[in-house]
């Protein structure tokens, strides 16, 4: 009822779920109202029962009104319904924390300040999973039976045997083009011969090793993190703790094996098919025999060359697998969380594998080797 300028509104009976048709009708009949009033007064004292139905009823009422610039007055309220009347009130409403302008060096500093944290927390999940994958390990050589070979040999499978393929185009591409470029270059300086001591150095040493390395993170590391991921997603993990199993020594440990096993095998593939690669490049485009091609890359390189690419090959599948493993365990329970630790395992992996083929060079050359 108006009383003045002020539409003063006296709900009664019961505002319950039961009579949410009348309900319904009797606040859409009193909007126009509410429209051309300039204050609103909500007297609740003759209300018999409410629920959340009807608390929402009178609020959307009330915010219909404060939204067109009335005060809106509650009056009346019983004791009872006082704590619902406030909780229905602070339904979808969103009062964002005002943002401070920060001076940009401060920001800036900020921003150092939460990067170096994330890194010392995944230095921290790195050192985390190396310890349990060696408590794992340990308590495989104690029980050697405890050793799931089955899933050693089928991720071995899959890590090793169908990666053959791709490793084999990708390696002979990259030798035939090193090939082909120094070629092209040392032909200014009458220096073809020098193309193979390149090749072969280079593929052996350093870039065989690498290029598998980095296709492995690519292929098999992002694999092993969707599925941890997913497993993780589903409690599958969390289902294996409760049975009483391990789920470094069920999940990890055959997977970093089979990664550390087959990646020295797939160097080995990898740089024969660089050499190879660059052989045919040497004989069609630099006009070099194969015989003489042969006896130059014997030259060349030596068991050192080979040992230096091939030792790197298992520390760089720990990394990867240790790396994968981890950020698999780190998904939430969201598809969003599962490509975004996918893509970080990806990245990690790639960029410790070169820091770590760095830091090899280094304390090769230190030992002369």
């Not at 002020?6 to 019961?14: F, K, Q, T, Y």
């Amino acid at each position: 009822m108006p009383s003045g300028d002020v539409l003063e509104l006296r709900p009664a009976g019961s505002w319950t779920a039961a009579n949410v048709t009348m309900l319904e009708a009797l606040s859409d009949g009193v909007a126009p109202q509410l429209d051309r009033s300039n204050a609103i007064k909500l007297d609740l004292a003759g209300l018999r029962e409410l629920d959340t139905l009807g608390a929402w009823l009178l609020e959307k009422m009330s915010r219909r009104a404060s939204s067109a610039g009335h005060p809106v007055e509650l009056v009346g309220v019983a004791d009872n319904y006082a704590g619902l009347i406030e909780e229905v009130r602070q339904v979808n409403r969103r009062n964002p924390a005002p943002v401070i302008a920060l001076n940009p060096v401060v920001a800036k500093v900020n921003d150092v300040g939460r990067s170096a944290i994330s890194a010392t927390e995944d230095v921290s999940v790195f050192l985390q999973m190396l310890g349990s994958l060696f408590m794992a390990l340990v308590g495989v050589l104690r029980r050697p039976r405890s050793l799931r070979l089955t899933s050693l040999v089928y991720q071995l499978y899959r890590v090793g045997w169908q990666a053959i393929p791709i490793v084999v185009l990708i390696t002979f591409l990259i030798g035939a083009i090193i090939a082909q470029q120094g070629f092209f270059h040392f032909r200014k300086f009458g220096a073809d011969s020098y193309v193979v001591d390149m090749v072969g150095i280079l593929v052996l040493r350093e870039l065989g090793v690498l290029i598998v390395a980095i296709m492995v993170a690519g292929r098999s590391g992002s694999a092993y993190t969707a599925e941890l991921g997913s497993m993780k997603m589903r409690e599958e993990i969390d289902a294996l703790s409760t049975m009483g199993l391990d789920p470094v020594e069920v999940l990890i440990l055959p997977r970093i094996i089979a990664l550390v096993l087959a990646l020295p095998i797939l160097s080995f593939i990898g740089s024969m098919a660089a050499l190879y690669g660059g052989g045919l490049v040497a004989q069609f485009y630099g006009g070099m025999e194969p015989p003489i091609y042969i006896a130059r890359l014997h030259e060349a390189v030596s068991v050192t060359h080979f040992q230096v690419g091939i030792l790197k090959a298992p520390f760089m599948a720990l990394v990867i697998g240790i790396v994968a493993c981890s950020e698999g365990l780190r998904v939430k329970g969201s598809a969003e969380s599962l490509g975004k630790q996918t893509t970080t395992s990806v990245v990690k992996s790639i960029f410790l594998v070169i820091v770590l083929d760095g830091l090899f060079a280094i304390f090769f050359a230190s030992i002369g080797m």
